[in-house]
């Protein structure tokens, strides 16, 4: 993939791992549609750099995905990169749950079919525009999952087999998944130990995007894949509690 010069459109990109995509990829000189649901921090972004237009909008509804693509298709079709990014987890138990509907029906349309339905809309233009590019952010969790996030893990499985199929279906538009461990994020707050930063995530990815390295295992995945393969009972049983 050529770094330099793309047009790219980043949900989910006011904090964490899409904040830092962004300002890696400002670096290499290319022009960023930044989405998100804050407008403050829409606004520190668009201060930040020229190159940089921010886009408020709720995508998890059909009315904020709606605007979003008539915006790309008016003014922005030389759109050439998508990176799924956004993203939620909700940590709880089924047995001991009340009124869990909101929160697996949230998980699961944010998690996946948001995801899915934008990439559907943007295909169009994506495919008439050169180095072009999908990129969907997934999850270690989707190869071995945790005890607490049962709708994430699973939504997070769905993006990595999606993302494996559509693979297969494009050939001029390369279709990249970034799989990561766990990152020190907002949404990862009081949770867990040895959280990698979104800028150590985003270095990894970068060099595998350049080689055209479509599953993008970062840190400790590769070492959680290796120990899956030669044996699913331990990798099940050091997941478990986390």
Do not use: W
């Amino acid at each position: 993939m050529r770094l330099h010069k793309n047009k790219i459109l980043i949900t989910g990109a006011t904090a964490g791992i899409g904040k830092a995509l962004t300002e890696k990829f400002l670096e290499f000189d290319n022009e960023i549609i930044a989405v998100g649901r804050n407008k403050e921090k829409l606004e520190e972004l668009e201060k930040l750099d020229k190159r940089i237009t921010p886009f408020k909008c709720d995508i998890s509804k059909q009315d904020g995905l709606d605007k979003l693509i008539l915006f790309v298709e008016q003014e922005h079709s030389d759109l050439n990169i998508l990176i799924n990014n956004a993203g939620i987890q909700y940590n709880y138990n089924f047995a001991d749950g009340h009124q869990l509907l909101h929160k697996v029906e949230h998980e699961i349309n944010v998690n996946f079919l948001v995801p899915l339905k934008l990439i559907a809309l943007v295909l169009p233009i994506l495919k008439i525009n050169d180095n072009s590019a999908i990129v969907n952010v997934s999850s270690g969790l989707a190869l071995v999952p945790k005890m607490d996030a049962p709708v994430y893990c699973g939504t997070k499985a769905g993006i990595h087999i999606f993302s494996k199929a559509l693979r297969y279906q494009l050939n001029k538009i390369k279709v990249f998944e970034i799989i990561p461990p766990l990152v020190d994020t907002a949404m990862t707050k009081g949770r867990g130990k040895g959280k990698i930063s979104p800028q150590k995530l985003v270095d990894e990815f970068i060099k595998a995007f350049k080689k055209n390295k479509f599953e993008v295992n970062i840190g400790k995945v590769k070492l959680l894949r290796i120990i899956n393969r030669i044996s699913p009972r331990l990798a099940d049983k050091i997941m478990k509690g986390k």
